[in-house]
């Protein structure tokens, strides 16, 4: 069965700082990955994606990932993070070949950022 | 985008109370979906619909049904509410391998 780990619950940086939230998947196959953003009060909103190609890809608000095979991980990194990407962050993985139904998600990352 | 409409944002209801919570898109994706979300368990599947009337079961229906009369709208029901359905839930519609999310109605079972 497939299954997404976020092993941080809370991470907390100051603004300008760098960012890199963790995600590792267990999947059978190559993977269809997803990052996406929760603001308070909010639904998700999808911050990227990747499918095949390059495994380095670029998002929205100036997000990136990076696809790792051999790691079987999916980091999401932000080089300067601001105040208002303080949210949570959802890893998810799908078949590349299925339904959106088959997606899973991660417990998610709580996101702090200090003035 | 798609725009996924869940009507309510909060709602308080009583133990035993059948409580509906409306989804509505505004495209003609056949695909849409319920979710529960909780603190530190991420999201979870309650019910999934492929299309009018059509409807699958999740990771999680107990306590939950579904009607999908229409294909704009997909409405979660609890047949007779319980404090352990104090949650968050949110609505998505699926384009592709895409979901797109409603904002979400934080139910509160008293």
């Known amino acids: 069965a497939q299954s997404v780990t976020q092993p941080d619950i809370h991470i907390t940086v100051s603004e300008g700082a760098s960012l890199e939230l963790r995600c590792n998947y267990s999947?059978?196959?190559?993977?269809?990955l997803f990052w996406y953003v929760q603001s308070p009060g909010q639904g998700l909103q999808l911050l990227l994606k990747?499918?095949?190609?390059?495994?380095l890809v670029q998002g929205i608000k100036g997000f990136e990932a990076e696809f790792k095979r051999s790691q079987s991980s999916f980091n999401l990194r932000k080089p300067s993070v601001h105040w208002s990407d303080a949210a949570e962050y959802f890893c998810?993985?799908?078949?590349?070949?299925?339904?959106?139904?088959?997606?899973?998600f991660g417990s998610g990352t709580q996101l702090t950022v200090l003035p | 985008d798609v725009k996924v409409t869940q009507s309510s944002r909060y709602l308080v209801k009583r133990t035993g109370e059948k409580v509906f919570l409306e989804c509505v898109q505004d495209?003609?994706?056949?695909?849409m979906f319920w979710y529960r979300q909780d603190p530190g368990l991420g999201l979870r599947l309650i019910y999934f619909?492929?299309?009018?009337?059509?409807?699958e079961k999740g990771d999680i229906p107990e306590g939950y049904s579904v009607s999908r009369e229409k294909k704009e709208r997909f409405s979660l029901i609890l047949e007779s509410a319980s404090t352990n359905q104090t949650s968050m839930y949110l609505c998505?519609?699926?384009?592709?391998?895409?979901?797109?999310f409603g904002s979400g109605t934080r139910l509160t079972v008293v």
């Open positions: 998810a993985v799908g078949p590349r070949a299925g339904s959106a139904r088959q997606l899973t």
């Open positions: 999947y059978g196959a190559t993977p269809y």
């Open positions: 990747y499918f095949s190609g390059d495994t």
């Open positions: 495209m003609d994706h056949e695909n």
């Open positions: 619909s492929y299309d009018v009337k059509m409807k």
């Open positions: 998505a519609v699926n384009r592709d391998m895409d979901i797109f």
